[in-house]
């Protein structure tokens, strides 16, 4: 596996820079608490009710990572932009089961072998570096029977730049684009595709019509389209 490149530094950047924005509108007040019953159903199903030990990869302001927490589970989030992470922080002050932030590399997160029951991102996968290396080392994290969650869409099916901003060009420039494989995917299915080559067995891809539901209810952030979400589940054997 590369160490973080430019390209790393240059997605980090992006994030930190967007991360104020970024939090305000995933906390919006019109849609705050039918989103949190949405995603908590989302992961319930996923995982289960009975508490677990949770990592969030690329946890950026740790929606993910507190409402797990606020279920019980025991989270910690990782993350390389340190905006995100002083969002996530932020959120986790107020808490009384709080996660652990860490700065960390999602794909090469810095934990020992089957330290985890279940591993989670949602909006990661699309801008992964080196996909293949960051399964297969989440698959050495978990515990044998431990669950993958994870959420995306294709975001960019009509390409990278299509109908972005400026500043999001600007980061994932052409070199940033050659390194992230999945971002331009015209179906969910090469998401799950990687998964179970990883290793992960029974994967399964779950439309998740009650987000499309709610995007196109009350709108979608600007330079987005309503696109269906889907969550990818896979088990650990």
């Known amino acids: 596996m590369t160490p973080p490149t430019d390209v790393q530094a240059a997605m980090n950047d992006y994030w930190t820079h967007r991360s104020v924005p970024y939090d305000e509108y995933q906390q919006r007040a019109d849609r705050k608490e039918v989103d949190l019953a949405a995603w908590g159903e989302v992961f319930t199903d996923a995982l289960g009710a009975e508490p677990l030990d949770v990592l969030d990869v690329g946890t950026g302001s740790g929606y993910v990572a507190c409402l797990l927490a606020d279920q019980g589970h ?48 949602r909006y990661v996968t699309w801008t992964l570096r080196e996909p293949d290396t960051a399964l297969a080392n989440w698959l050495q994290l978990l515990r044998p029977g431990g669950t993958l969650a994870v959420v995306d869409a294709t975001w960019f099916a009509r390409g990278l730049h299509e109908g972005a901003s400026e500043e999001f060009k600007a980061a994932y420039d052409e070199e940033v684009r050659q390194a992230i494989p999945l971002a331009e995917s015209t179906s969910i299915e090469p998401f799950a595709e990687r998964i179970r080559a990883a290793g992960f067995v029974d994967v399964e891809v779950v439309a998740l019509t009650r987000l499309h539901e709610l995007d196109r209810e009350h709108g979608v952030a600007p330079n987005h389209e309503v696109l269906m979400q889907h969550l990818i589940r896979g088990t650990r054997p």
């Open 74 to 121: 025991r989270v910690t989030g990782i993350d390389l932009a340190e905006g995100m992470l002083e969002r996530a922080r932020l959120h986790a002050g107020a808490m009384d089961n709080p996660p652990t932030f860490l700065r960390g590399d999602a794909v090469a997160p810095d934990f020992p072998a089957g330290s985890f029951d279940a591993i989670v991102n």
